[in-house]
């Protein structure tokens, strides 16, 4: 097997991410992974790739090489998207066979549930940020008003002066 392929096997297996799903999550076909695998085979570089463009915590100077962390720290990742991945999913779901479009609906349910609990926790916090936003508008809306009423009174009083110091 290539050292290459034994790493994304190492990383698939601290992710605790099958090969079937990985296949899946980088839109190759089945197989395509656990065959190089289990024949100890190279990937194509079209594989790899597409793996390292959604797996973007591996640490690719690691996969190529061996040197290095496997997995980036948080700041040096551009954390792939679930929203990326269901997609590539569903848009490939039809181009699965019928037993594995089971499989991924199994998947898919896992996802939609993590992901809408997510924007339940999204919809909270974001209601509360809007809250506090519309709170502060309506505060600075309150003292321009202010600022404005005092702004009137001041000409008001200027234009008195003036007015006072032509009769005068």
Do not use: C
Request: glycine fraction near 2%; hydrophobic fraction near 40%.
């Amino acid at each position: 097997m290539s050292l290459i392929t034994q790493r994304l096997k190492r990383y698939l297996e601290n992710k605790n991410i099958s090969i079937n799903k990985a296949e899946l999550y980088i839109g190759i076909s089945r197989g395509t992974l656990s065959k190089a695998l289990r024949n100890k085979k190279s990937i194509s570089t079209d594989t790899l790739e597409k793996f390292l463009r959604q797996f973007k915590d591996i640490n690719p100077v690691w996969l190529l090489t061996g040197k290095g962390k496997m997995i980036l720290l948080d700041k040096e990742v551009s954390k792939p998207s679930q929203d990326i991945m269901l997609e590539k999913i569903i848009m490939n779901f039809f181009s699965f066979p019928i037993e594995k479009q089971s499989e991924i609906k199994n998947v898919l349910s896992k996802h939609l549930v993590t992901i809408i609990n997510e924007l339940n926790l999204l919809d909270l916090v974001s209601q509360h940020d809007i809250d506090k936003d519309v709170e502060n508008y309506t505060k600075q809306l309150k003292d321009a008003q202010v600022l404005l009423q005092k702004d009137r009174e001041i000409e008001a009083l200027q234009n008195k002066i003036k007015e006072l110091e032509t009769n005068n």
